[in-house]
C-alpha cells in the first residue's frame, strides 16, 4: 500500500490526483471524500492508513452510535459509578476507598481465522483495557458461542477457542471465574467469542487515557511492532465473511501472555510512583487509535517520530506500523523529569521502551517518517468525528410468523415412555448437559482469592485480605430470546445476570454490555439492533444499573446468514 517514502504531507497537497486504496482499506466513496474535505487536500498514504481504521465499524462505531446515546440519555443515578462511557473501561466504588473496573468485548471474527490466537488476543486486548485504567486485574470471563456441537467445523474452532483462553488467561495468573457456552446452529460460521475482564485499584490510581501537559513524552513499551494484524479493525472486524474464507490470517494477532505479565508489573510499578500523566493501551488500530485519542482527549497536540518504534520487521511500511495491531504494547504519557525513571522500571521487568514523541502546545497530531512529515491532522477527525450513520431498520416480515404459537410448539407426550425420552434428550442436549470438559481446562483458582466460579450462578473474587471486600460478576445472554423479541430478550439478559449476582449476596451495581449482530446493511438485523439496545437501556433505568461501557461487534454472519 504504500507508495514512497516521500508521500509527505507536502508532496500531497502537491499531487492531488493520486489514486489511493481507500476501498480496499475498507472505506466508502463518501468517506474517503469526508477525508479529502476535512485535511483541504488527499491524504497521505500514513493518513489514508489512520482514517481507514478509525472510521472503521469496529472503532468508530458508525452504525451503532445513535442507538447507543440512550445509554446516556437513560442513565440512572448512580453515587458507585466513579469513571462512565468513553473510556477504557467503567469504574465502580465498592467502598472503603477501593474501586472496581470491568469490561467485556468481543473478538469473533479472528478467532474463526485464527481460533487460538483469536481467542488468546482476546483475553489480552481485554486485560490491557483494564491496565490502562490504573488497576491490578484479578479475573476473567468468557461468554462463547458456537455452531452446532457436532458439526466438523465446530472441532475446529472451538477446541482452539478453549486452549487459546486458557493457556493466556493462565499464564497471567488469572483465574478464569465466569462466562457461558451456547451451541446454535446460527453460529456456525461466525463463533461469538466474547472476554471480560475485572480489576481492583484504590480510588486515587484512577488513570485516563489523554494527553496532557506540553513538553510530556510520549512513551511506547511493551512488544516490538510486527506485521501480524494489520488492518485487522477495519478489514477483518468489519465485514462479513463469505465460503472463501476464513483466508485472512495476516489480519489475527499473535498473543505472548508471558510478556503481558510484564506489561502488567511494569504499568502497576510505573502507576505507584505517580509517573504516568496518562495512558492508552494498543489494541484495535494499534498506533493511529493510542495516538490520536491520547492526543484528542489531552490539551494539546502530539508529535511522533515513527522511525524511534521498535520493530520486529525493518519492512515495515509507515502505513502498516501505524495499522499494526501487534500484541502486549501500551503507550503512556510522562513528564520529562521522570523519563529516565520509567525507563529504570521497563529495563527492570524486561520490558522494551522507548520515547516516540512528545506533546505539543497546538492542536494537530504530526508524525514523521524519515525526516518528512507524513500526517498533520486533527486528531479528533481521526479519533472521535468519524461518519455517523442512521442506517434504515424495519421489523422484519417474518418476526410475526416467529411469534406464533403454533410455530414453536413442541409434541406433548402421550406416554410415560415419551415422557422418558423427552427428559433424557433435553439434559443430554449439548446446551443442556455440564461444560465442565471445557471449564475444567481453565485454571479457576489462581492467586487464590477465588470465592466462587464455575458452575455457581456468578464468580466471585476477593479484592483485599484485610477488608475482605470482594466483587461478583455473571455474564448471560439468551440469542433464542433476543431473536423473538430483541426488546424483551434484551431485558431478559439483564435481569438474569443481575438475578445471578444478587443470589451470590452481592449488590449489582453497574453492567458492561457486548452486542453481537449480523450486517447493519440488514434493514431486519438493524432492527433487532435497535431494539435490543432500547430494552437494556429501559431495563438498566428500572434495575438502576448504569451502563459504564462494552463493546459493538456487528458483521457476525456468513453470506445471508446472520447470528
Known amino acids: 500500500m504504500s507508495r514512497t517514502p516521500l508521500d509527505t504531507v507536502e508532496n ?37 492508513a489512520m482514517y481507514s481504521v478509525m472510521w472503521s465499524e469496529h472503532c468508530s462505531y458508525k452504525s451503532s452510535k445513535v442507538h447507543l446515546r440512550q445509554f446516556g ?9 466513579l469513571v462512565g462511557i468513553g473510556e477504557n473501561a467503567g469504574v465502580v466504588d465498592v467502598g472503603q476507598g477501593y474501586a472496581v473496573t470491568f469490561k467485556v468485548e468481543s473478538h469473533n471474527h479472528p478467532s474463526y481465522v485464527e481460533p487460538y490466537q483469536g481467542a488468546a488476543t482476546g483475553v489480552g486486548g481485554i486485560v490491557r483495557d483494564i491496565i490502562a485504567m490504573g488497576a491490578r486485574p484479578v479475573a476473567v470471563v468468557d461468554p462463547l458461542r458456537f455452531g452446532a456441537a457436532d458439526h466438523p467445523d465446530t472441532k475446529r474452532v472451538l477446541p482452539g477457542v478453549v486452549a487459546g483462553i486458557g493457556g493466556y488467561g493462565n499464564c497471567l495468573g488469572l483465574p478464569n471465574i465466569g462466562g457461558e457456552v451456547v451451541f446454535d446452529a446460527c453460529y456456525q460460521g461466525n463463533p461469538l467469542v466474547n472476554a471480560g475482564a475485572i480489576g481492583v485499584m ?51 494477532q499473535v498473543g505472548d501472555p508471558f510478556q503481558e505479565k510484564l506489561l502488567i508489573e511494569c504499568t502497576l510499578e510505573a502507576f505507584k510512583e505517580k509517573l504516568v500523566v496518562g495512558i492508552q493501551d494498543l489494541g484495535a488500530a494499534g498506533l493511529s487509535c493510542a495516538t490520536s485519542e491520547l492526543a484528542s482527549n489531552g490539551s494539546g497536540g502530539m508529535r511522533v517520530t515513527l522511525d524511534d518504534v521498535p520493530l520486529r520487521d525493518s519492512t515495515l511500511s ?78 422484519p416480515e417474518w418476526q410475526d410468523a416467529l411469534q406464533a404459537d403454533d410455530a414453536n410448539k413442541l409434541p406433548r407426550p402421550a406416554t410415560s415412555e415419551e415422557l422418558k425420552d423427552q427428559v433424557l434428550a433435553l439434559v443430554a442436549s449439548p446446551n443442556q448437559a455440564s461444560k465442565s470438559w471445557i471449564t475444567s481446562q481453565y485454571d479457576h483458582f489462581v492467586q487464590g482469592n477465588t470465592v466462587l466460579a464455575q458452575p455457581e450462578d456468578s464468580g466471585m473474587i476477593r479484592i483485599d485480605e484485610e477488608t475482605g471486600l470482594g466483587v461478583a460478576i455473571a455474564t448471560d445472554g439468551n440469542g433464542r430470546f433476543a431473536k423473538l423479541d430483541p426488546y424483551a430478550g434484551a431485558q431478559l439478559a439483564l435481569s438474569e445476570a443481575y438475578r445471578n449476582v444478587a443470589t451470590t449476596g452481592a449488590k449489582p451495581l453497574a453492567v458492561s454490555d457486548c452486542l453481537n449482530f449480523g450486517s447493519p446493511e440488514d434493514p431486519a438485523v438493524m432492527w433487532q439492533f435497535a431494539e435490543a439496545v432500547r430494552g437494556l437501556a429501559d431495563a438498566c433505568q428500572q434495575l438502576g444499573t448504569p451502563v459504564t461501557g462494552g463493546n459493538v461487534s456487528l458483521y457476525n454472519q456468513t453470506g445471508e446468514v446472520a447470528i
Open 202 to 252: 484504590r480510588h486515587e490510581d484512577i488513570h485516563l487515557a489523554k494527553a496532557s501537559g506540553s513538553g510530556n513524552k510520549v512513551i511506547l513499551y511493551g512488544a516490538r511492532t510486527g506485521g501480524d494484524g494489520i488492518g485487522g479493525a477495519s478489514i477483518l472486524a468489519s465485514e462479513t465473511f463469505d465460503d472463501a474464507k476464513p483466508s485472512k490470517r495476516p489480519a489475527v
Open 318 to 395: 509507515p502505513e502498516e506500523i501505524l495499522m499494526s495491531e501487534s500484541q502486549e504494547r501500551m503507550c503512556a504519557v510522562v513528564e520529562p523529569a521522570k523519563v529516565d525513571r520509567f525507563l529504570e522500571i521497563c529495563d527492570k521487568w524486561d520490558v522494551i521502551a522507548t520515547v516516540i514523541g512528545e506533546v505539543t502546545d497546538g492542536d494537530r497530531l504530526e508524525i514523521y517518517w524519515h525526516g518528512g512529515k507524513i500526517v498533520d491532522v486533527d486528531p479528533r477527525t481521526v479519533a472521535h468525528d468519524g461518519p455517523v450513520y442512521e442506517r434504515p431498520y424495519a421489523r
Open 12 to 48: 500531497a497537497a502537491a499531487t492531488p490526483d493520486v489514486e489511493l486504496p481507500w476501498a480496499e482499506l475498507g472505506l466508502k466513496k463518501d468517506e474517503y471524500e469526508r477525508v479529502v474535505e476535512i485535511l483541504g487536500r488527499r491524504p497521505t498514504g500514513a493518513e489514508l
Open 73 to 81: 440519555e437513560k442513565a440512572p443515578q448512580s453515587d458507585a459509578l
